[in-house]
Each structure stands twice: as C-alpha cells, then as structure tokens.
C-alpha cells in the first residue's frame, strides 16, 4: 500500500518514541537496532509488518495511521480507518467506560496496559490486549497516541474452553456417589468434592467454608471447606483415621507406610475396603495421578458400600442358615463338617456326630397345629446351643430333625455326657402359648476315627445309631456300633 506525504511526515514525527515503545513492548528488536540509528522507511516497514494491529492517532484521538495487522483483524481498510476514532469506528470497550483512568495514565507519561474488545466491520466481536502510550516531541510536548493491539481471540477461546472443562469436571465429581481426594506428591490436599467431606465427617476450619481451584480467570468453588494446599498427614488424615477400627489399615493395606510412599510409587494401583468403628463398610479405589507421563500424586476414591455389605451378608446368612430357628442348615454344617474333620485328621484329635430327631413331632403338628410346631422347633432349637460348648455347632438338618458336631473330644464319655445332658433339657415342660407340653428326643452318635473316617460314613452311621435309638425304645442316646449296622 502507498504512504502519502502526510502519513510519511507523521511516522517521522513519532518514529524515535513510537519504534521504541513498540520494540520495547513487542520483540527484540531493541536490542538488534539502536533506536536513534533506525531510518523511518525502516520503522514504516516494521510497523507494516508487525502481527500486532498498530494504531496512531492525533491529539483528538484520531487515527493518523493504522497498519496491516489492523486491517486484517478489523476487516475496515485503511481509507476507511482514517480521520475516525476507535470509539466511533470500532466501537472499542473499555475505553469509553474507562476514559478517566486511562487518560490519567497517559497523562502522567506511563503506557496503560489492559484489556478492550471492538466491532470488526462484519460486525463480529474481537477481543484484545491493549497498550496505549503518548508520543513527545523534542519539546517534551505530546504529538501523538500510540496503540499497540494484540488480538486473543484463539487465548479467548481456549480460556473458554478451558471453563467449560473444569465446570464439566467440577460438575462431574460433585454428582458421583464417590468421596474422591487429591494428593500432591508432597503429600499435601490438591483437590476434593463435597462427597469426600460428607462421608468422613469433617468439619469446617474456623477461618474458611469454601475453598477455589483458579486457573487464570476461571474459578470453580467448593461448598466445602479450605483443605486445598494442606498436609494430608494434619487435621483431615487424623479425622480419617480415628473412624477406621483398623487405623493402620490405611497405608498398610496399600503397601505403603506414609502419604509420601503412596505418592512415590506411580505404577501402583490398588483396591480395597475400610472398616469404620460405627460400622460403615468403605471401598477405596487408589491409582496415581500423572502429568506428561509422570506422576505427580495420587486419586483416592471412596464409596460407602455398607448397605450392599449389609444386602449380602444377608443374602450368604440365608444361604446357610435355616429360616426358622436361625441355625445353620445343612450346607454350612457339611463345610464346618469337612473342615473339622480335616483339622481332626491334622492334629490326631477326635470328634462325634449326632443326629437328634423329636419323638411323634407329626401328631404335635397334626393336633395343634404347624404354627405350634414351628414354635416348638424354635424352643427346642434354643435348648439345644444352651446345651453345648462354645466350639460345637448344631444345625436344622430338616423337619424336626438335628444334627450336632463336636469338635475336639477326648474320648466317646465327652460325646454321651452333652448327650445325657440334651436328654434332661428336654425333659422339661415347653410352653407353647396356649399348649403344654412335655416331648422326648431320640439321639444317634458316631465318633472319629473309630465310626467313620470321613464324612459321609460318619453321617450315615450316626443316622444309623438314631433309627436303632428309636427302635429300643425313643427318648435316649444310641452309641453307633458295627454289631447293630445290620438292622432286623
């Protein structure tokens, strides 16, 4: 584009200042070229190259000059530009809004740095860093205004961008059902969602209730409390550990010995639960946290799954015990079977089955009723563990029959004593609501190794006792024997 006479004059004119504050402002060249060496056919060049839109104006704030870069980013040529003001052509904000100040910087001879957004000519908004400074003459008189724009859109946009993503992310811890918490390397808290505060109880420091993560002008807020920055080994750790039943459980469980060992082992990813003292069942998720391929902490993740604990513990009760009495069915009392009898067979010690059947259960249920006879199983049930040790285990093999297993007897007289004493325990009258009633028990043992040496024949030899207890007579113990195992 030509220069005319005119605009050549007025970048003479404010070259010296101008070129300076530019270099001084934009790039190196300051150090490459003394300014009072540089011709101005060198400073036109400069300004007509520049990526920064370059604008001179006169004392009326008029444009004088303007370069390509502002061409290309206002999309106004620069006939166009002219003889108008930034306020008129660009509808430049903030300066309208900020005259005073501005004005008051320049005045006193310093550039004002800040930020503006202006009308392009399509009318489409742009937004801007911006310097302004005044040009003096050798008087020390001001001939002209500089300003140097550097368009930020692409930074705008990134910014932006960058907003939605921390909002997406705050959004996203602050929704899920997880306790999550942040650990720097140093060991210190980097970041936490509310969840994380709930779940562990802890309180709000005296001198803060909410804590920020910024970045540049984004700011999310936490309606938690100011744990940011602080060591994890203080006041939330403690709070931490003081609820666990197992407190070293914590890092131990993890490999680690401190918040630190966590942290430095980056490859490290772990799963595991937390048992807190009130009875809350915690599953904790732990995996580093990496930056560029490196770690630079770690991400904990705590979920309350104490109602799903609870769900299936139920469930596995149920699975194993009977409904009725609350005794273990026959299933669980065949695992403890083959478990003890293995333990038996390890340390050379003995132990006795019995199978226990209520006499003439059938006309109980037939004259009084079912509702009668469950309640009577429930009693005899309740008698029944009163009668034995605190090792042995008796069981609800089905309708009215039981089965016990004791563990660890010395000899067949331990087995026949907690025999005699079921038998006088049952003598007893059952009240039974409105009925009652005086019943009798028929009883059945086999003892290892000398009845059976696993589980099966042990069963069915105690079953065997029972039937040949019935047979003489009901209402006593029978002592399995080969002699009797061929039956009339």
């Given at each position: 584009?030509?220069?005319?006479?005119?605009?050549?004059?007025?970048?003479?004119?404010?070259?010296?200042?101008?070129?300076?504050?530019?270099?001084?402002?934009?790039?190196?060249?300051?150090?490459?070229?003394?300014?009072?060496?540089?011709?101005?056919?060198?400073?036109?060049?400069?300004?007509?190259?520049?990526?920064?839109?370059?604008?001179?104006?006169?004392?009326?704030?008029?444009?004088?000059?303007?370069?390509?870069?502002f061409e290309k980013i206002t999309g106004y040529q620069r006939e166009e530009a002219l003889g108008q003001t930034p306020d008129a052509l660009l509808q430049v904000e903030p300066y309208e809004a900020a005259d005073e100040g501005i004005w008051r910087t320049i005045a006193s001879g310093e550039?004002?740095?800040?930020?503006?957004?202006?009308?392009?000519?399509?009318?489409?908004?742009?937004?801007?860093?911006?310097?302004?400074?005044?040009?003096?003459?050798?008087?020390?008189?001001?001939?002209?205004?500089?300003?140097?724009?550097?368009?930020?859109?692409?930074?705008?946009?990134?910014?932006?961008?960058?907003?939605?993503?921390?909002?997406?992310?705050q959004a996203t811890l602050e929704s899920t059902v997880d306790g999550i918490l942040v650990i720097s390397k140093a060991g210190n808290i980097e970041g936490f969602n509310q969840k994380f505060v709930e779940m562990w109880g802890i309180a709000a420091a005296p001198a803060a209730t909410s804590t920020a993560i910024s970045t540049a002008k984004c700011t999310v807020q936490h309606s938690a409390i100011s744990l940011n920055s602080m060591p994890l080994s203080s006041m939330p750790l403690n709070t931490i550990l003081d609820q666990l039943q197992?407190?070293?459980?914590?890092?131990?469980?993890?490999?680690?010995?401190?918040?630190?060992?966590?942290?430095?082992?980056?490859?490290?990813?772990?799963?595991d639960v937390l048992k807190l003292k009130d009875g809350r069942i915690f599953e904790r998720y732990s995996l580093p946290q990496c930056l560029n391929g490196k770690s630079v902490?770690?991400?904990?993740?705590?979920?309350?799954?104490?109602?799903?604990?609870?769900?299936?513990a139920i469930i596995r009760y149920q699975a194993s015990h009977d409904l009725l009495t609350g005794l273990p069915n026959r299933m669980l009392f065949n695992d403890r079977l083959v478990t003890t009898l293995e333990q038996a067979k390890?340390?050379?010690?003995?132990?006795?089955?019995?199978?226990?059947?209520?006499?003439?259960?059938?006309?109980?249920?037939?004259?009084?009723?079912?509702?009668?006879g469950d309640l009577l199983l429930q009693n005899v049930a309740e008698r029944l563990t009163q009668c034995l040790r605190e090792s042995d285990i008796v069981a609800r093999w089905a309708g009215d029959e039981f089965t016990l297993l004791l563990s660890n007897i010395h000899d067949i007289q331990d087995a026949t004593a907690i025999?005699?004493?079921?038998?006088?325990?049952?003598?007893?009258?059952?009240?039974?609501?409105?009925?009652r009633l005086h019943i009798s028990i028929s009883i059945g043992i086999a003892a290892y190794p000398q009845d059976g040496e696993d589980t099966?024949?042990?069963?069915?030899?105690?079953?065997?006792?029972?039937?040949?207890?019935?047979?003489?007579?009901r209402n006593k113990y029978n002592l399995y024997s080969k002699a009797a195992h061929v039956l009339p």
């Open positions: 584009m030509r220069m005319t006479k005119d605009m050549l004059s007025t970048l003479g004119a404010v070259s010296d200042q101008c070129l300076l504050n530019l270099m001084l402002s934009t790039s190196s060249l300051a150090k490459a070229f003394p300014h009072d060496t540089i011709h101005p056919s060198l400073a036109t060049a400069i300004l007509e190259q520049a990526t920064d839109a370059i604008e001179i104006c006169d004392l009326q704030f008029r444009f004088v000059y303007v370069n390509l870069a550039a004002w740095t800040g930020f503006c957004t202006g009308k392009r000519k399509d009318g489409s908004t742009y937004h801007q860093d911006a310097t302004v400074f005044p040009v003096y003459d050798s008087m020390g008189e001001v001939t002209n205004y500089v300003a140097i724009k550097r368009d930020i859109g692409d930074r705008q946009r990134a910014q932006s961008e960058l907003e939605q993503a921390l909002s997406l992310l197992d407190p070293n459980a914590f890092f131990s469980s993890e490999g680690f010995s401190s918040v630190e060992g966590a942290c430095d082992l980056s490859a490290a990813t772990y799963e902490g770690r991400v904990w993740s705590f979920r309350d799954v104490t109602l799903r604990h609870s769900n299936e390890q340390n050379k010690t003995r132990l006795a089955v019995m199978f226990l059947d209520l006499d003439r259960f059938k006309s109980i249920n037939d004259t009084l009723g079912h509702a009668a025999a005699q004493r079921i038998l006088e325990s049952l003598r007893e009258e059952f009240d039974l609501a409105d009925h099966e024949t042990l069963l069915k030899n105690a079953d065997t006792a029972l039937y040949r207890a019935k047979e003489t007579g």
